[in-house]
C-alpha cells in the first residue's frame, strides 16, 4: 500500500531516452463510470509519478491506494524504471479489487498475418492429402492440456460447435478450467513462434509463469505438448478468421479477452497502420456487454464465468463452409480420431481395455475432454465424451490383444528413453483377430488402405493372414500423444528373419499378429504441426541404442531382449493359438470363485482333455510347473468358460488340482492347463505325496506330572480332581508337532489341543469344560488341574487336536488326532443330612416319624455306612423316641413324642426342634415344628376341692377343663361334659371349640332340719370319651350365709354410688378411679373380705386383677370408651352367689379439638360442581362430636384449593345436626388427581383430599396414527391403527364409555374398509380403528374421526393422507390393434397387444402368459363376460420387435362367417378373480371372391325330353352368388354374366349333349352386385342326350374387373329320355341325396365325438404327466405328497408353510428405518436405503456409513419425476433421475485380475462392495444406481489386508478405487486411511441397509407356489378325467348308439339305391326321334355309367 506522495522523498531517477507514455484507469470506485489518462514517465521517478496521479486524479493525501499493472503487480520504484512505453496501469483501492468496468490494454506482437492465417492450411494439407480437422483441434487441446496440467482435479476440455444460427453466428469453442493468462502471457500468446523456454526477467518476472520441465511419468505423460508457439495460432486461422481468446488467470480477478481477426489485419495493412498491434479487454467475470447480437452465443459463456477460479476459452468465428460441413457430416470420425491421438491420457497408462479382468491404471484420468455440436433448434445437440469412444485403433489394438511384451529403449547419450508396448492378437478357432480400421468412407486411415483392405477381405478367416501395413508396426506418441505420420517398423529382435534360429518352431505368421506402440518424450523431434517424428526411427535403429525387458514396471536385467520376445512369443503362440480338446463333457455349473460376476457362468466341466498327444483325465495325478507353490495333487475337473454340450477345441482353460496329501493341503488350486508339468512321472509324484504324509499329526501322547493318571472307565468319588495334564502331538515319525507342516513360505498352522470334559445325563449331555491349550516353549500344551467333580453320573474327557483360530478338528478332511478318556463319578460317604418334609403342625403326646435324608459333601444322596444313635433337642419340651431305622438314604426316627406347654387350644407355638447325629461332618439340622394341645387325658373340675360347702338356695357353679396329657387345655370335637347331681336334673356344657366349659347346676333347695348340712354328690363325665375317668364332686349344703347385697362406690366422689343397672355419664376417653366394694349377707351383716372372698370377685373390664386389691376392697379402674355413643355395659360380681352390681357408662365429649370435615363422595370431574354437601363439625380428640358450633359459624368458614371456583360455594347452617354445610366445589383447571381442600374456622383447619377426574366429554385426540405423511396405495390398509382418546375441555383423558366414536371420509369418493365404523369408546377413553383397505380415485382425502354424547356431536381430529394407485393392482385391459383393418372371413386378425394396466396406469408384466385369454364368438352379447359357446385362444411369445410390457395375440384366424362377432380379453387374476377387457364388436366381412355358387343346397336335377316341362326342369327359382372360399357373398361390387354351359361328367368330348329350352348349346344371364336369379332353367323338349347319362351344369361367371378369376359352379344331373324312367329315376335320387346328407351329419357328429375323445385323452394325458412333474419337483424338494391325494392335506400343507413363512416374515431382522413416502409413485423407483438389502452385517454397517450421505436419496426413472418430487418437497429431498445417469456397461473385474487371471493372491477375501447388494425389484435400474453411487468400491476384510492390497495393485501400475474393511475402516482411492472420518460410527447410530429374508423364507414360497400349481393340476386332471369320463359314457349312451345304428342303416339304403341308380343306367335304351318326331341323323350308343 501506498500513503502520499507528500510523504515520499523525491530520489535522483535515471532518464530514458526518448518519450514514454503509460495509460491509467481509476479504478478506484465501485461505479462502472471510469476515467483514463495518459502520463509521460520520461525524465520521472515514482515519486513524481504519484504527484501527478494525486493532482491528476484528484487524490486526497489521507487516501490509500496501489497502482497494479493489469496483472495486478503492484509497483514500486524498481518496477516503475522497467515499465514499457504504452503500458496500462490500475489505480484501485487494493490489489485484488474486482474491476467495476472494462478497460482496454494496448499489445503488439509479429510477424506477417499470412504466417497465421494460412500457415495451418499448408501444414494440414500436407499432412496427410485431404481435408482433416482432428489435427487442427488438437493443437488447442494440446495448448487445454498444458494448461490443465497443475490442475489438481478434474481436468475438464470442452469442445462445442456452435452451429445454431438462432444463438448468432457458427463458431467452434474450446474451454478448458486451466490456470488460464495473465495479459502478459496472452500478449506471448499472439507472438508467432513464442519460445515457452524463454525465461522472463526483471521485477515484473513471475515465477510461477516461468516453464519447469516436468518430472518423468510413465509413457511421457506429462501434457507438456504445448511446445512451439506454432500450433495453436495456425489451428484457429484454419478453421476460421477471428479468433477471440477469453482467459481467467488462477489467483487474479479479472478477465481478459484478445481478438484477432483477419479482416482487421487486412484493414491495417491497407491504411498503412501497425498490423502487429492491437488491444486486451480486462473486465470483471459475467460481464457480456461488449457482445455483439451476431455473438450472442458468448453470452452463455461469459455467464458461465461467475465462480470459475480460472479458465481459458477460445473462440473461433468466421468458418469455412467446408468446415462445418465436414463437422457436422462426420462427427463420429473425427471424434474417433481425437480419441485415438489422446488416447492414454484419456484413458490411462494401460489405454481402454474394455475386457473382463483389465488392469486399470493406479491414477485413474482426471481428464475430461467433451464435445458438444449444436445444429438446429429443434434438434437435439449430439454430446460426446471422448472416454465414451470405444472404436478408435488404440482401444481395438488393446481389447484384440491376448497378451503385452512390454520393453524399453535408451537411444545413447541425451538421446532419450522410449517405452513400447508390443501385443499379441491371437488366431482363434477360425479367423485373425488383428483388428482392423473402422469402417468408415471418411476415415482417412482407411482412405489409404481401402486397396489393401479390398485385397485381403477374402483371406481375413485365414490363419496368419494380418491386414496390416507392412510390417509398420509401431504406432508413436510423443509425451503421451499420438504423432499420427509416423509409423515404425518392427526391430531386429522381434524380426522373424533376424530369429530364426532361436525361434524355431514357432509359426511364420506368429510375427504379424503384433501391433505395437512406442512413447516417447520431447528428446525426440517432432514437426511442428506434430505431424511426424523427425529422428525417431533413425534413432531407435541405431546400434548404440539397447533395449530392455520391462516387468511390473521396471527394467529386467536378465537375458536378452531377443531371447525374452521369443520366448514371450512362443508363450503366446501356445498358450492363446494353440487348441485343446475337451472331452467328456459333464455339466454346465456356475462359479463362485470367479470375483466378476459376468465371469461366473457358464462353465463347461469335463473328464479329460486330449493336449500335446497326451490324455489328461479326472483323478489323475498331476504336477503343475511355474506355478506358486508347484502343485502335486490329483485332477478334479477341467473347465472351459462357455456354454457347451459336447466335445469342443479351445485355445485353453483352466484345471482343478486338489493338492495331495488333501489332510495337509486341504485345498483345491485352479490353475490354466498350460501349467500341468508334461514331463512329470506317477512314481515321482506319488513319492512326494507320500514323503508330506508323515509330516502330519497322527496321534496324541498324554502324561500326567502329578503322577495321578486316570484309567479308562475307572470309577470316582465326588470331589476328585482332575488333572494337570500334559499333551503331546506326534507325527508317524514320532516328531513332536506345535504346528502343521508348513506349506509353502513361512510358517505352518497353528495347532492347539482343546480339552473337553462332558457330563453325560439322562436326557442330554452337558458340556462342563472346555478349554483350549496353545503350545508354550517350555511346556507344550498342558491343562491346569480341574478341582471338585462333584456331579454324579459317567463323564467323558476328550483331548482333540484342533486348528488355531478355526477350531476346526479336522484339517483337509483328514480328522486331527485325538484322545479320549471315560470315567464315573459316584456320592461320597455320609456328611451331612436334610430333614425331610414333616406335618405343619403336631400335637402333644401323638407320635410323628423324623425322615432324615442323609447326604454326602457335595449334596448328593448316600448311606450310612456306621450306626448312629440320633438325639432331639428342642427347648420347652419334652422329647422321647421309641426307635430308629436307616433304609437306603433315608434315615427315619420313629415315634416321636412331644411333651409341653402350649399358647392354647387355637394357638399353635413355634419351637426349634434340633437333631444331630453324632460322628457326621455336620451333624446337626434344626426344624421348625408347631405344636398344639394334644388328645384329651384328663378332665378337670374347679373348684377342685373335693366336698363344696353350698348355702341353701344356692346354685353350685362347676368350671371344667378338659387336658391333654401335658396339661394344656384340648379342643376336640364331641367334648361334652356332663354334670348330675342326684335328686337334680343333669347340666350339659359343651367343650369341643374351647376345652373348658361352666356347669351351674339348678339351685340347691334342700329342706335344712335343725341347722344341719346335707351332703349331696356331684358327678362329673364325658360321655364320647369313654378312657377319661369321670370327677365326683361332694356338696354340704349349709344353711344360708352367703353375699347377697353388693355396694359399689368412689373413694374420690363421695356422692358417687353405683346403684345397680345405673347409667352415668363421664368424659370420653377418661378414666373411672379409686372404686371400691363391700359385700353383705343376707341379714345386711358386711361380710368381712378375705382372700377367698375376694378371689370371687369377678369385673368383665378387665382380666389383670389385684388379689391384694380386691381383699382391701378396691377394685380396679375403669377406662371409659372413646366414642361418644358407646354405651358399655360393666358388671362386679361374686361369683359363686350370683350377687352383681352392674352399670352403663354413658361418654359425653370433651372440648373440641380438631374441626371435621365429611365428604359426599371422594371424586368430582373438573367443571362440575360436587353434588351433595360437606358437613364441617367441630370434634374432640377422638373424633367425638362436640355440637359447639353456632349457626353464626357460617360466616367465618373459608375454603381453599388449587383451581377451585369460589363464585359458587355456600354455606349453610344445620340445626339437626349442629354443623355448617358446604356446597358448590367445583374446580375449573388445573391437573387430574388428587387435589387438597383446605376448611378453616377460627384456630381450626382442616384439609381432605379429593380426587379431580375428567370433566365432561369434549373433544377427541389422535394419540396413535401412522406416521405422516400418510400415503396409501389403493385398495391396500394401514397397517398401524389410528388410536383416538376422548378428552374433556382440558385436555385431559375422559373415560365415559357412553360416547361414540364414528369414522368418516372427506371428500365422499373414498371407500374404507375396518372391522368397525363406529364404536364406544373403551374404558381407558380410546377408540382404536384399524384400516383394512381405502380404495378411491387418486388424491388426497381425509379420515376424520368424531364423537356424539347424548345425541350431542363431539369435535374430533382427521387425518389427511393421499391414495396412491398400486402399480401392482391390475384394473383394466387396454387392447391395441390396427383398428383401420378389414377383418375377412377365414384370414388373420391383426396382432392384438394386450396390456395389463395397473392402478397408476403402468403395464404390469408379472403375469404368466397363460393367465391371459382371447374369446371370440358370434353375435353380441348382452353380459359383461364371454358366453358359454365363446372361442377360447392363448397368446403367443413376444416378438424380438415387439414390447415385452403386453401379451401378444398373433396369427388368430377370423371366423369363416361373415357378420357380427364379438371379442373379449381376460386375465386369471387367481382362482377366483378374472379381469376382462371392454369387448370389442368386429364385423367380419367376405374374403377375396373366388367362386360362383348357389345360395342355397340346390338337389340333383333328373330330367328328360318329354313334353311336360316339369320333367325338363333343371333348376328353378335358384340364385346364384359371388362368394368367398368360405360361402360368404362377396361380389357385390361385381358386375357381368353366367355363362350357362353343359359338360360330360367323364370329360368326353364326342358325346351328345342336351340342349337348353331355347335349342342353344350355352346360355348367359346377367350378374348384378354379384348374384344372378335364374327363374328357370330347362332343357329343350326332345333334347339329344344319351338316355341314363350324367352330365354336369356349368355356371361360369366372367365379370367386368380386371384380374379376377372365379370358379364355375357345376351342378350334375342326369338325363332320360322316358318320363317314366325320368320319374323313377328323380325319385332315387332325391332320396339318395337325403341320404347322403344325413349320412355326412351322422358323420360329422360322430367324428366330433371321435374327436373330442381324442383330445380329452391327449389333455387327460398332458395333465397327469403336468402333475407328475410337479409331484416329483416336489418330493425332490422333499415335500412329501400322501396317496390318494388330498385336496384337504394340500391345503393344509400350504397353510402350514404359508404360516412359516409368516413366521419367518414376522422375525426381528435389520430393516432401513427412513420412511419413504414416494415409492410407488409413477416413475419412481424409490428411496436408496429401500432398494437393496445387505445379508452381512459388517458389510452392511460400512457400505451404509460410506454412502450414509445417499441413503436418503430418492431415484427416479425420469427427470420429470425427479423435478416433480423436489417441487413437492420445495427442494428438502434430493433426489436422482437415471435418465440423466451414465455408468458403463458390464461389469469390471477387480484390479487384481487381468484378462480373467489374478496378478497376486489377494488376501482378505476383496470384492467389489456393489456385488453384495441383493435387489429384491427392478435390479436392472438398481444396478445402474449404485454403479453410479458406489461405483468401484472394494470391501475387504481387515486394514491390514486393504493396505497390502492397495500397494499389490498400485505396484502392478493399476489404478485402485477406495477401499472399504468390515472392520469400519476406509482406504480412499488417493491411499488415506485412519483419522474420525476414515471410520464408521457405532452400528447403533447408522441408518443401515435391511438385511434380506433367509433362504428358508425363499424355499418355502417356491414349495408353496409348487403346491399350488400341483393343487391346481390335480384339479385339472380330476376335471378333464370326469369330462372324458363323461364323453365316453356319452358315447357309449344308447342315444349314440341308436345314432351309430341308424347311420348303418342309412349307409346300406344308400348303397341299395346306388346299386338300382347303376341298374338303370344299365338298361338304359337309345333315343328315338328327335325334334318332333324327325329322325335323327346319327343314332348314339350310351355308354355304361355309374350314377354316382
Known sequence: MLTSASQCRSAAASLQQGEKKIRVYDLRLETEAKTCKLFKIAGRDFNDFLQALHKVFGIPSSETFVVATTDRIVLDFDRFKELQDDTTLYLL??????????TVENISFMPHYDTLIKGGTYEYYASENKESLAYPLAELIDNSLSATAKNTGTRIIEIRMQFDESLGKPAVIVLDNGRGMTTKQLNKWAVYRHSKFTKETGSFARREEDYVRPDPVPRSLNSDISYFGVGGKQAVFHFGNVVRMISKPVGLPDVHELVLSEEEFERKEKNKEDIYSTTILNRKPGDFSHVSEDERFLRTIIDEERGKESFTAVVITGLKEKHISFLKENFDAWTRHLAHIYHYYIHGINGNDLRQGSKKTAQQPT????????????????????????????????????????????????????????????????????????????????????????????????????????????????????????????????????????????????????????????????????????????????????????????????????????????????????????????????????????????????????????????????????????????????????????????????????????????????????????????????????????KLPDKLNVEWPNGNPLQNNAILSAGTTLGPLKIEILNKRGEKLSRMPPVGQGKGTKLCVKLTLLHHGLKSDKELAAYVAPHLANTGFWFKKMDHLTELGKYTLNLTTVVHE??????????????????????????????????????????????????????????????????????????????????????????????????????????????????????????????????????????????????????????????????????????????EVKGFPPVVTDCSSTGAGQLVTKPINLKIIKGEQQDLKAQFVMPSYKNIPLVIKGLRVLPSTRVSVMELYSQDNENLVLRNSEKIEWIAGGLLENLFYKLYDEADREVPLTAEIASMIKVNWTGDVFVEDLVQGKLPDLQVPKRVGEQRFYQVSYQDQSVSVSFTIVPRPDEPERLNVALPQTTVKLGEILSGNISLELVDQFDNLTKTLTPTCVNHIKVEAEGLDKSAITFKWQESSCAAMVTGIRFESGSLGPRELRFSYSDFVERVSIKVTAGLPAQLKLISAPEQPLQVLNDHGISKPFVVQLCDDWGNPSPDQRVVVDLKTSPPGLTVKTNVISQPVNAEGKASFVVNGLSGPKGCYQLQFKGSFNKKPIPGPSVSLTVLPDPKKPVSLSVEYDTSVKFFAGSKFPVFSVTVVSDEGSPITTFNPAAVAMF??????????????????????????????????????????????????????????????????????????????????????????????????????????????????????????????????????????????????????????????????????????????????????????????????????????????????????????????????????????????????????????????????????????????????????????STEAEEIQKVSRRVFPVRDNFRGQAEVLG????????????????????????????????????????????????????????????????????????????HGNPVYARELLIYPCDPESCDIVFKNILGDTILIDDLDSANNYRRAVVQNRIQCPTILTRQGDRVSGRGKFGGAQNRAPPMATLHMFGAPLPQQYHSLMEQIELLRQYCSAVSKREEIERERDDHVKKIASPDVQQKEKDLEDKKRQLREIEKELASASAKGMKRGAVDGGQPSSSISKRARQSST
Request: net charge neutral.
Open 1416 to 1697: 371370440i364368438w358370434d353375435g353380441v352379447s348382452s353380459g359383461k363376460k364371454p358366453p358359454e359357446r365363446a372361442i377360447e385362444l392363448k397368446c403367443n411369445k413376444p416378438m424380438k420387435n415387439e414390447k415385452n410390457d403386453c401379451f401378444h395375440f398373433r396369427d388368430k384366424e377370423i371366423p369363416n362367417k361373415v357378420g357380427k362377432h364379438t371379442i373379449q380379453f381376460s386375465l386369471r387374476i387367481d382362482k377366483n378373480d378374472v379381469l376382462y377387457s371392454n369387448q370389442i364388436r368386429i364385423n367380419v366381412v367376405a374374403n377375396q371372391p373366388v367362386k360362383l355358387g348357389p345360395v342355397s343346397q340346390t338337389p340333383t336335377p333328373v330330367v328328360s325330353y318329354s313334353k311336360d316341362i316339369a320333367s325338363r326342369t333343371l333348376v328353378e327359382n335358384m340364385t346364384l352368388k359371388i362368394m368367398d372360399l368360405y360361402g360368404n357373398p362377396a361380389g357385390e361390387d361385381l358386375g357381368g354374366k353366367v355363362i350357362i354351359t353343359i359338360k360330360s361328367s367323364d370329360g368326353e368330348r364326342n358325346k351328345s349333349f342336351p340342349l337348353f329350352e331355347t335349342g342353344a348349346s350355352s346360355l348367359a344371364i346377367n350378374l348384378v352386385e354379384g348374384k344372378a336369379h335364374i327363374p328357370r332353367l330347362a332343357i329343350r323338349e326332345n333334347s339329344p342326350g344319351d338316355n341314363s347319362s350324367t352330365y354336369i351344369l356349368v355356371f361360369k361367371p366372367e365379370v367386368y374387373a380386371h384380374l379376377i378369376t372365379l370358379a364355375a359352379f357345376e351342378l350334375p344331373f342326369l338325363f332320360y329320355n322316358d318320363a317314366q324312367n325320368q320319374q323313377k329315376m328323380s325319385e332315387l335320387t332325391r332320396k339318395k341325396d337325403e341320404l347322403s346328407s344325413a349320412i355326412e351329419k351322422y358323420n360329422e357328429t360322430l367324428r366330433t365325438y371321435k374327436e373330442l375323445l381324442g383330445l380329452l385323452t391327449t389333455s387327460c394325458l398332458n395333465a397327469s404327466k403336468k402333475e407328475a412333474d410337479l409331484k416329483n419337483e416336489l418330493c425332490r424338494r422333499k415335500v412329501t405328497i400322501p396317496h390318494p391325494i388330498s385336496a384337504q392335506h394340500i391345503d393344509a400343507l400350504i397353510k402350514k408353510k
Open 367 to 694: 481428464i475430461d475432454i467433451q464435445i458438444t455440436l449444436r445444429e438446429k433448434p429443434n434438434k437435439c445437440p449430439r454430446v460426446l465424451n471422448l472416454r465414451e469412444v470405444d472404436d478408435d485403433m488404440q482401444t481395438l489394438y488393446i481389447n484384440s490383444a491376448a497378451d503385452t511384451f512390454e520393453f524399453k529403449a535408451s537411444a545413447g547419450p541425451g538421446g532419450g528413453t522410449v517405452e513400447g508396448v508390443l501385443r499379441y492378437h491371437p488366431f482363434l478357432y477360425d479367423k485373425e483377430t488383428y483388428p482392423k480400421y473402422p469402417e468408415d468412407p471418411k476415415d482417412p486411415k482407411d482412405t489409404c488402405n481401402a486397396n489393401a483392405s479390398s485385397e485381403n477381405d477374402n483371406l481375413e478367416n485365414e490363419p496368419g493372414v494380418v491386414t496390416q501395413e507392412e510390417r509398420k508396426i509401431f504406432e508413436c506418441f510423443w509425451n503421451g500423444r499420438l504423432i499420427p505420420g509416423t509409423k515404425v517398423a518392427e526391430f531386429d529382435w522381434c524380426s522373424r528373419k533376424h530369429n530364426s534360429r532361436t525361434a524355431s518352431g514357432i509359426p511364420p505368421e506368429c510375427y504379424r499378429r503384433l501391433s505395437g506402440v512406442l512413447f516417447t518424450d520431447d528428446n525426440f523431434q517432432v514437426t511442428t504441426n506434430k505431424m511426424t517424428f523427425m529422428d525417431l526411427e533413425l534413432k531407435l535403429k541405431n546400434n548404440q541404442t539397447i533395449f530392455s525387458l520391462v516387468q511390473n514396471g521396471q527394467k529386467s536385467f536378465r537375458g536378452n531382449i531377443q531371447k525374452e520376445f521369443t520366448q514371450w512369443l512362443r508363450t503366446c503362440n501356445e498358450n492363446f493359438d494353440k487348441q485343446i480338446k475337451f472331452v467328456g463333457f459333464k455339466e454346465i455349473k456356475t462359479r463362485t470363485d470367479v470375483p466378476t460376476k459376468k465371469m461366473q457362468h457358464p462353465w463347461a466341466v469335463f473328464s479329460a482333455i486330449e493336449w500335446g498327444g497326451k490324455t489328461y483325465k479326472t483323478g489323475q495325478l498331476v504336477k503343475t510347473h511355474n506355478t506358486n507353490p508347484i502343485l502335486y495333487g490329483k485332477v478334479v475337473q477341467f473347465l472351459l468358460y462357455g456354454n457347451f454340450d459336447g466335445d469342443v477345441y479351445a485355445t485353453g482353460g483352466q484345471v482343478e488340482v486338489s493338492r495331495e496329501p488333501k489332510a495337509l493341503w486341504d485345498m483345491n488350486k485352479i490353475v490354466p492347463i498350460s501349467k500341468i508339468d508334461k514331463t512329470a512321472t506317477d512314481e515321482a509324484i506319488k513319492k512326494n505325496i507320500d514323503s508330506d504324509s508323515e
Open 806 to 979: 478355526t477350531n476346526a478338528v479336522s484339517f483337509g478332511g483328514r480328522a486331527l488326532p485325538r484322545f479320549t478318556l471315560k470315567f464315573t463319578i459316584k456320592e461320597g460317604e455320609a456328611a451331612s443330612f436334610d430333614i425331610s418334609a414333616m406335618s405343619p403342625t403336631l400335637r402333644v403326646g401323638v407320635p410323628f416319624d423324623i425322615p432324615l435324608q442323609i447326604k454326602d459333601g457335595y449334596g448328593h444322596s448316600t448311606t450310612l455306612t456306621s450306626k448312629l444313635k440320633p438325639e432331639l433337642k428342642c427347648c420347652g419340651l419334652d422329647l422321647s423316641y421309641e426307635t430308629f431305622s436307616s433304609s437306603g438314604t433315608t434315615f427315619t426316627i420313629k415315634s416321636v413324642k412331644a411333651r409341653g406347654k402350649v399358647l392354647n387350644y387355637q394357638q399353635s407355638k413355634s419351637y426349634d426342634l434340633e437333631v444331630t447325629l453324632p460322628g457326621l461332618k455336620q451333624h446337626t439340622k434344626t426344624i421348625k415344628i408347631s405344636l398344639l394341645p394334644g388328645i384329651p387325658h384328663s378332665l378337670h373340675v374347679k373348684p377342685e376341692e373335693t366336698s363344696i360347702d353350698v348355702e341353701n338356695g344356692d346354685q353350685v357353679t362347676f368350671h371344667v377343663e378338659i387336658h391333654d396329657e401335658a396339661g394344656n387345655i384340648a379342643a376336640n370335637p364331641k367334648q361334652i361334659v356332663r354334670c
Open 1727 to 1802: 428411496m436408496v436405503g429401500h432398494l437393496a438389502v445387505v445379508q452381512d452385517d459388517a458389510a452392511a454397517w460400512v457400505i451404509s456409513w460410506h454412502i450414509r450421505g445417499d441413503m436418503d436419496c430418492v431415484i427416479t426413472k425420469t427427470t420429470e419425476a425427479a423435478q416433480r418430487i423436489y417441487r413437492d418437497t420445495q427442494g428438502r429431498q434430493q433426489v436422482m433421475a437415471l435418465d440423466s445417469v451414465l455408468v458403463s456397461p458390464g461389469n469390471r473385474p477387480l484390479p487384481h485380475i487381468r484378462n480373467g487371471y489374478p496378478l497376486f493372491e489377494p
Open 93 to 102: 483501492q487494493h490489489e485484488h479489487q474486482v474491476l467495476p468496468t472494462a
